[in-house]
Protein backbone atom coordinates (compact mmCIF):
# COMPACT_ATOMS: atom_id res chain seq x y z
CA UNK A 1 0.00 0.00 0.00
CA UNK A 2 1.13 3.56 -1.01
CA UNK A 3 2.34 5.42 2.10
CA UNK A 4 1.90 9.23 2.17
CA UNK A 5 4.41 11.35 3.76
CA UNK A 6 2.98 14.76 4.59
CA UNK A 7 3.98 18.14 6.03
CA UNK A 8 4.69 17.10 9.89
CA UNK A 9 3.11 20.14 12.80
CA UNK A 10 6.52 22.01 14.04
CA UNK A 11 5.36 23.67 16.85
CA UNK A 12 2.25 25.99 17.63
CA UNK A 13 0.86 28.98 15.83
CA UNK A 14 3.48 27.74 12.67
CA UNK A 15 1.26 27.18 9.73
CA UNK A 16 3.93 26.71 6.61
CA UNK A 17 7.41 25.45 6.24
CA UNK A 18 10.03 25.72 3.31
CA UNK A 19 10.94 22.45 2.15
CA UNK A 20 14.68 23.24 1.57
CA UNK A 21 16.30 20.08 0.44
CA UNK A 22 15.65 16.63 -0.79
CA UNK A 23 18.10 14.30 1.35
CA UNK A 24 17.32 11.12 -1.11
CA UNK A 25 16.56 10.95 -4.75
CA UNK A 26 13.14 10.54 -6.80
CA UNK A 27 13.22 6.58 -6.71
CA UNK A 28 15.28 5.52 -4.49
CA UNK A 29 14.86 3.03 -2.10
CA UNK A 30 15.00 4.31 1.47
CA UNK A 31 15.03 2.62 4.60
CA UNK A 32 12.45 3.22 7.50
CA UNK A 33 12.70 6.08 10.04
CA UNK A 34 15.38 7.52 7.23
CA UNK A 35 15.43 11.16 6.81
CA UNK A 36 14.43 11.78 3.17
CA UNK A 37 14.45 15.79 3.48
CA UNK A 38 15.13 19.41 5.07
CA UNK A 39 12.22 21.38 6.23
CA UNK A 40 12.79 25.19 7.46
CA UNK A 41 9.99 27.07 9.38
CA UNK A 42 10.37 30.73 11.37
CA UNK A 43 12.39 28.99 13.72
CA UNK A 44 14.86 25.64 13.46
CA UNK A 45 15.10 23.51 10.70
CA UNK A 46 13.34 20.11 10.81
CA UNK A 47 14.30 16.44 8.85
CA UNK A 48 11.51 14.34 7.30
CA UNK A 49 11.91 10.35 8.50
CA UNK A 50 10.42 7.65 6.13
CA UNK A 51 8.00 6.09 7.80
CA UNK A 52 8.23 2.68 5.83
CA UNK A 53 10.89 1.99 3.79
CA UNK A 54 10.35 1.68 -0.28
CA UNK A 55 11.16 3.30 -3.27
CA UNK A 56 10.80 6.99 -2.94
CA UNK A 57 8.71 9.40 -5.51
CA UNK A 58 8.73 12.73 -4.66
CA UNK A 59 5.64 15.31 -5.17
CA UNK A 60 7.34 18.72 -3.54
CA UNK A 61 9.84 20.53 -5.00
CA UNK A 62 13.03 22.32 -2.94
CA UNK A 63 11.89 25.58 -2.77
CA UNK A 64 8.28 25.11 -1.84
CA UNK A 65 6.88 26.65 0.67
CA UNK A 66 3.73 24.20 1.92
CA UNK A 67 1.19 24.19 4.26
CA UNK A 68 1.24 21.75 6.98
CA UNK A 69 -0.44 18.44 6.17
CA UNK A 70 0.73 19.35 2.56
CA UNK A 71 2.03 16.51 0.31
CA UNK A 72 5.41 15.99 0.51
CA UNK A 73 5.91 12.68 -1.41
CA UNK A 74 4.64 9.23 -1.14
CA UNK A 75 6.66 5.21 -0.75
CA UNK A 76 5.86 2.52 -2.16
CA UNK A 77 6.80 -0.24 -0.03
CA UNK A 78 9.11 -2.92 -1.41
CA UNK A 79 12.35 -4.98 -1.72
CA UNK A 80 15.24 -3.23 -1.62
CA UNK A 81 16.69 -5.06 -5.01
CA UNK A 82 20.22 -5.08 -4.48
CA UNK A 83 22.35 -8.46 -5.99
CA UNK A 84 22.84 -9.61 -2.29
CA UNK A 85 24.40 -13.10 -3.92
CA UNK A 86 28.07 -13.70 -4.85
CA UNK A 87 28.41 -14.26 -8.57
CA UNK A 88 29.70 -17.62 -9.79
CA UNK A 89 33.16 -18.06 -10.67
CA UNK A 90 33.33 -18.27 -14.05
CA UNK A 91 31.30 -15.56 -14.56
CA UNK A 92 34.18 -13.15 -12.16
CA UNK A 93 37.14 -14.89 -14.53
CA UNK A 94 35.46 -14.64 -17.92
CA UNK A 95 33.44 -11.12 -17.57
CA UNK A 96 35.03 -8.21 -18.89
CA UNK A 97 36.08 -5.14 -16.44
CA UNK A 98 33.04 -2.91 -16.40
CA UNK A 99 33.26 0.93 -17.83
CA UNK A 100 31.63 3.52 -15.36
CA UNK A 101 28.35 5.03 -16.83
CA UNK A 102 26.59 7.65 -16.09
CA UNK A 103 24.64 5.99 -13.72
CA UNK A 104 27.25 4.19 -11.54
CA UNK A 105 28.94 7.52 -11.00
CA UNK A 106 25.63 9.13 -9.47
CA UNK A 107 25.68 6.11 -7.27
CA UNK A 108 29.20 6.47 -6.26
CA UNK A 109 28.43 9.87 -5.48
CA UNK A 110 25.44 9.37 -3.53
CA UNK A 111 27.26 6.49 -1.63
CA UNK A 112 29.42 9.14 -0.03
CA UNK A 113 27.57 12.50 -0.30
CA UNK A 114 24.23 13.34 0.56
CA UNK A 115 21.98 15.38 -2.05
CA UNK A 116 22.51 18.80 -0.01
CA UNK A 117 26.44 18.03 0.23
CA UNK A 118 26.69 17.28 -3.77
CA UNK A 119 24.47 20.02 -4.62
CA UNK A 120 26.18 22.63 -2.43
CA UNK A 121 29.86 20.93 -4.19
CA UNK A 122 28.79 21.23 -7.70
CA UNK A 123 28.21 24.59 -7.28
CA UNK A 124 31.81 25.58 -5.93
CA UNK A 125 33.04 23.37 -8.54
CA UNK A 126 34.32 20.68 -6.10
CA UNK A 127 34.48 17.35 -6.54
CA UNK A 128 33.69 15.02 -3.68
CA UNK A 129 36.81 13.12 -3.69
CA UNK A 130 38.70 16.43 -3.39
CA UNK A 131 36.83 16.38 0.49
CA UNK A 132 36.80 14.11 3.48
CA UNK A 133 33.48 13.37 5.29
CA UNK A 134 32.98 13.50 8.85
CA UNK A 135 29.37 11.61 8.44
CA UNK A 136 28.93 7.82 8.86
CA UNK A 137 31.62 5.97 7.09
CA UNK A 138 33.12 9.25 5.47
CA UNK A 139 29.80 9.99 4.22
CA UNK A 140 30.35 13.86 3.26
CA UNK A 141 27.61 16.14 4.71
CA UNK A 142 25.82 19.46 3.94
CA UNK A 143 28.21 20.90 7.09
CA UNK A 144 31.07 19.36 4.99
CA UNK A 145 30.34 20.87 1.74
CA UNK A 146 29.59 24.06 2.81
CA UNK A 147 32.88 24.42 4.85
CA UNK A 148 35.09 23.09 1.75
CA UNK A 149 37.10 25.81 -0.28
CA UNK A 150 38.49 25.64 -3.88
CA UNK A 151 42.41 25.90 -3.49
CA UNK A 152 43.64 27.20 -6.82
CA UNK A 153 46.94 25.96 -7.95
CA UNK A 154 50.23 28.04 -8.13
CA UNK A 155 50.27 27.40 -12.05
CA UNK A 156 46.66 29.36 -12.81
CA UNK A 157 47.73 31.31 -15.58
CA UNK A 158 48.14 35.35 -14.80
CA UNK A 159 46.18 36.25 -17.34
CA UNK A 160 43.14 34.23 -15.57
CA UNK A 161 43.64 35.27 -12.32
CA UNK A 162 43.62 38.76 -13.78
CA UNK A 163 40.32 38.86 -15.29
CA UNK A 164 39.27 37.03 -12.12
CA UNK A 165 40.45 40.22 -10.20
CA UNK A 166 38.36 42.73 -12.73
CA UNK A 167 34.83 40.68 -12.33
CA UNK A 168 32.48 42.32 -11.16
CA UNK A 169 29.54 40.11 -10.75
CA UNK A 170 26.43 39.66 -8.16
CA UNK A 171 23.93 37.79 -6.54
CA UNK A 172 20.60 37.46 -5.39
CA UNK A 173 19.84 34.69 -2.89
CA UNK A 174 16.36 34.51 -1.53
CA UNK A 175 16.16 35.56 2.26
CA UNK A 176 15.68 31.78 3.68
CA UNK A 177 12.63 31.44 6.42
CA UNK A 178 14.53 31.56 9.67
CA UNK A 179 16.29 35.21 8.27
CA UNK A 180 13.47 36.28 7.99
CA UNK A 181 12.07 35.75 11.29
CA UNK A 182 15.20 37.06 12.64
CA UNK A 183 15.69 39.97 11.20
CA UNK A 184 11.54 40.19 11.62
CA UNK A 185 12.21 39.44 15.52
CA UNK A 186 15.33 42.16 15.86
CA UNK A 187 13.56 45.00 13.85
CA UNK A 188 10.22 44.17 16.37
CA UNK A 189 12.66 44.11 19.57
CA UNK A 190 13.97 47.77 18.45
CA UNK A 191 10.81 49.70 17.69
CA UNK A 192 8.67 48.05 20.46
CA UNK A 193 10.80 48.42 23.65
CA UNK A 194 12.65 50.90 25.04
CA UNK A 195 16.28 49.67 24.98
CA UNK A 196 19.52 50.72 26.83
CA UNK A 197 22.69 49.09 27.56
CA UNK A 198 24.89 49.38 30.43
CA UNK A 199 28.50 48.43 30.76
CA UNK A 200 30.68 46.66 33.30
CA UNK A 201 34.25 45.28 33.09
CA UNK A 202 34.95 41.80 34.77
CA UNK A 203 38.60 40.27 35.76
CA UNK A 204 38.32 36.75 35.66
CA UNK A 205 41.56 36.01 37.08
CA UNK A 206 40.05 33.55 39.71
CA UNK A 207 37.91 31.96 37.44
CA UNK A 208 40.54 31.13 35.46
CA UNK A 209 42.73 29.80 37.73
CA UNK A 210 39.53 27.66 39.12
CA UNK A 211 39.62 26.08 35.69
CA UNK A 212 43.28 26.06 35.26
CA UNK A 213 43.37 23.54 38.70
CA UNK A 214 40.60 21.81 38.37
CA UNK A 215 39.91 21.26 34.18
CA UNK A 216 41.12 17.93 34.02
CA UNK A 217 39.80 16.41 37.57
CA UNK A 218 36.65 17.90 35.86
CA UNK A 219 36.75 16.43 32.73
CA UNK A 220 37.36 13.33 34.20
CA UNK A 221 34.78 13.02 36.50
CA UNK A 222 32.07 14.33 34.32
CA UNK A 223 32.88 13.98 30.89
CA UNK A 224 32.66 17.53 29.98
CA UNK A 225 34.60 20.93 29.43
CA UNK A 226 34.88 23.28 32.06
CA UNK A 227 33.89 26.37 30.48
CA UNK A 228 33.09 30.02 31.15
CA UNK A 229 29.70 29.98 30.36
CA UNK A 230 28.56 28.00 33.03
CA UNK A 231 30.06 30.29 35.47
CA UNK A 232 28.60 33.28 34.00
CA UNK A 233 24.68 31.27 33.58
CA UNK A 234 25.53 30.25 37.18
CA UNK A 235 26.10 33.99 38.30
CA UNK A 236 23.30 35.24 35.96
CA UNK A 237 20.76 32.90 38.11
CA UNK A 238 22.20 34.41 41.53
CA UNK A 239 21.63 38.15 40.14
CA UNK A 240 18.50 36.86 38.43
CA UNK A 241 16.60 35.76 41.99
CA UNK A 242 18.01 39.31 43.48
CA UNK A 243 16.54 41.17 40.71
CA UNK A 244 13.52 39.80 40.00
CA UNK A 245 12.07 42.00 37.20
CA UNK A 246 14.93 41.80 35.21
CA UNK A 247 13.95 37.99 34.90
CA UNK A 248 10.02 39.15 34.29
CA UNK A 249 7.85 40.32 31.31
CA UNK A 250 5.60 42.33 30.19
CA UNK A 251 2.01 40.90 29.41
CA UNK A 252 -0.27 43.25 28.20
CA UNK A 253 -1.20 45.13 31.20
CA UNK A 254 0.73 43.35 33.62
CA UNK A 255 4.12 42.10 34.77
CA UNK A 256 4.80 38.55 35.11
CA UNK A 257 7.35 37.26 36.72
CA UNK A 258 9.59 33.84 36.56
CA UNK A 259 10.15 31.86 40.07
CA UNK A 260 12.42 30.26 37.87
CA UNK A 261 15.39 30.76 35.51
CA UNK A 262 15.34 29.15 32.03
CA UNK A 263 19.00 30.57 30.55
CA UNK A 264 18.55 31.21 26.34
CA UNK A 265 22.70 30.62 25.12
CA UNK A 266 22.71 32.31 21.70
CA UNK A 267 24.37 29.96 19.44
CA UNK A 268 25.73 30.43 16.13
CA UNK A 269 24.69 28.06 12.91
CA UNK A 270 25.22 27.85 9.47
CA UNK A 271 21.95 28.86 9.01
CA UNK A 272 21.58 31.48 11.60
CA UNK A 273 21.36 32.07 15.35
CA UNK A 274 19.56 30.19 17.63
CA UNK A 275 18.52 30.53 20.45
CA UNK A 276 18.33 26.83 23.15
CA UNK A 277 16.97 26.99 26.45
CA UNK A 278 18.74 25.85 29.31
CA UNK A 279 15.65 25.00 31.77
CA UNK A 280 15.43 25.62 35.45
CA UNK A 281 19.07 26.35 35.61
CA UNK A 282 19.30 27.60 38.69
CA UNK A 283 18.89 24.44 39.95
CA UNK A 284 22.10 22.98 38.26
CA UNK A 285 25.29 22.57 38.86
CA UNK A 286 28.66 23.85 36.75
CA UNK A 287 28.69 20.01 34.97
CA UNK A 288 25.04 19.87 34.52
CA UNK A 289 25.15 23.07 32.93
CA UNK A 290 27.93 22.85 31.18
CA UNK A 291 26.16 19.07 29.51
CA UNK A 292 22.98 21.04 28.47
CA UNK A 293 24.96 24.02 26.82
CA UNK A 294 27.03 21.18 24.97
CA UNK A 295 23.88 18.91 23.88
CA UNK A 296 22.07 21.70 22.70
CA UNK A 297 24.85 24.01 20.94
CA UNK A 298 25.48 20.55 18.87
CA UNK A 299 21.53 19.81 17.79
CA UNK A 300 21.36 23.91 17.11
CA UNK A 301 24.22 23.23 14.96
CA UNK A 302 23.42 19.95 13.21
CA UNK A 303 20.01 21.65 12.63
CA UNK A 304 18.02 19.23 14.81
CA UNK A 305 16.82 21.12 18.08
CA UNK A 306 13.33 21.17 18.36
CA UNK A 307 10.93 24.12 18.71
CA UNK A 308 10.46 23.40 22.16
CA UNK A 309 13.94 23.32 22.99
CA UNK A 310 13.92 27.29 22.12
CA UNK A 311 10.92 28.72 23.49
CA UNK A 312 9.98 30.03 27.11
CA UNK A 313 13.36 31.42 27.56
CA UNK A 314 13.04 34.16 30.58
CA UNK A 315 16.86 35.61 30.27
CA UNK A 316 19.61 35.43 27.29
CA UNK A 317 23.45 35.09 27.54
CA UNK A 318 25.31 35.81 24.22
CA UNK A 319 29.17 35.77 23.65
CA UNK A 320 30.42 37.24 21.09
CA UNK A 321 33.83 37.00 22.54
CA UNK A 322 34.21 33.83 20.85
CA UNK A 323 33.96 35.77 17.30
CA UNK A 324 36.55 38.58 19.00
CA UNK A 325 34.02 41.31 19.92
CA UNK A 326 35.47 43.40 22.40
CA UNK A 327 32.29 45.04 22.66
CA UNK A 328 28.81 45.04 21.95
CA UNK A 329 24.99 46.14 22.75
CA UNK A 330 23.14 43.18 22.27
CA UNK A 331 18.97 43.32 21.00
CA UNK A 332 16.88 42.16 23.64
CA UNK A 333 15.22 38.24 22.68
CA UNK A 334 12.02 39.15 22.90
CA UNK A 335 9.67 38.74 25.28
CA UNK A 336 12.33 39.10 27.84
CA UNK A 337 13.15 41.71 29.02
CA UNK A 338 17.35 42.01 29.22
CA UNK A 339 20.01 40.03 27.71
CA UNK A 340 23.53 39.47 28.93
CA UNK A 341 26.43 40.30 26.18
CA UNK A 342 30.35 38.57 27.44
CA UNK A 343 33.13 39.69 24.97
CA UNK A 344 36.43 38.60 24.19
CA UNK A 345 39.25 38.67 27.14
CA UNK A 346 42.42 40.88 27.09
CA UNK A 347 45.00 41.24 28.94
CA UNK A 348 44.85 44.85 30.65
CA UNK A 349 47.02 46.75 32.63
CA UNK A 350 44.63 47.91 35.83
CA UNK A 351 45.05 49.02 39.32
CA UNK A 352 45.26 46.78 42.22
CA UNK A 353 46.22 47.89 45.84
CA UNK A 354 47.79 50.64 44.33
CA UNK A 355 50.23 48.92 42.16
CA UNK A 356 49.60 48.37 38.24
CA UNK A 357 49.27 44.45 37.53
CA UNK A 358 48.27 42.36 34.10
CA UNK A 359 44.85 40.80 34.21
CA UNK A 360 42.06 38.97 32.32
CA UNK A 361 39.46 41.77 31.55
CA UNK A 362 36.18 41.16 29.84
CA UNK A 363 33.94 43.97 29.09
CA UNK A 364 30.32 43.05 29.73
CA UNK A 365 26.92 44.48 28.66
CA UNK A 366 23.18 44.49 29.42
CA UNK A 367 20.62 45.36 26.86
CA UNK A 368 17.55 45.92 29.31
CA UNK A 369 13.79 47.17 28.19
CA UNK A 370 13.77 50.32 30.30
CA UNK A 371 9.81 50.29 30.78
CA UNK A 372 10.05 47.38 33.06
CA UNK A 373 13.77 47.52 34.26
CA UNK A 374 14.68 50.89 36.38
CA UNK A 375 18.96 52.08 35.77
CA UNK A 376 19.57 51.38 39.35
CA UNK A 377 18.51 47.46 38.77
CA UNK A 378 20.31 46.76 35.71
CA UNK A 379 23.47 48.37 36.95
CA UNK A 380 22.98 46.31 40.28
CA UNK A 381 22.73 43.64 38.72
CA UNK A 382 25.45 43.78 36.66
CA UNK A 383 27.44 44.90 39.25
CA UNK A 384 26.31 41.67 41.37
CA UNK A 385 27.70 39.45 38.34
CA UNK A 386 30.80 41.15 38.41
CA UNK A 387 31.73 40.50 42.27
CA UNK A 388 30.27 36.92 41.68
CA UNK A 389 32.87 36.45 39.32
CA UNK A 390 35.43 38.17 40.62
CA UNK A 391 35.11 36.06 43.78
CA UNK A 392 33.74 32.60 42.19
CA UNK A 393 33.94 30.99 45.53
CA UNK A 394 30.38 33.39 46.21
CA UNK A 395 28.74 31.08 43.47
CA UNK A 396 29.34 28.12 45.91
CA UNK A 397 28.26 29.39 49.16
CA UNK A 398 25.73 31.62 48.23
CA UNK A 399 26.72 35.43 49.67
Not at 51 to 57: A, D, Y
Not at 67 to 78: F, R, V, W, Y
Not at 286 to 310: N, T, V, Y
Request: proline share 5%.
Amino acid sequence: MTIEIKVPSVGESITEVTLVTWLKSDGEFVQEDEAICELESDKATVEVPAEKGGVLKIVASEGDTLNIGALLCTIEPGINEQITSPPKKEEVETSPIPQPSGADKFYDEKKYASPAAQKILSEKGIETKDISGSGKDGRITKEDALKANITRPASIDSHLVSESKTERSVENVPMSRLRKTIAKRLVEAKNTTAMLTTFNEVDLHEVMQIRKKYKDMFKEKHEVGLGFMSFFTKAACMALQEFPDINAQINGDEIRYHHYCDIGIAVSTPKGLVVPIVRNAEQLTLAEIEKDILRLAKKGRDGKISIDEMQGGTFTITNGGVFGSMLSTPILNLPQSAILGMHNIVERPVALNGQVVIRPIMYLALSYDHRIVDGKESVSFLKRIKDLLEDPCRLLINV
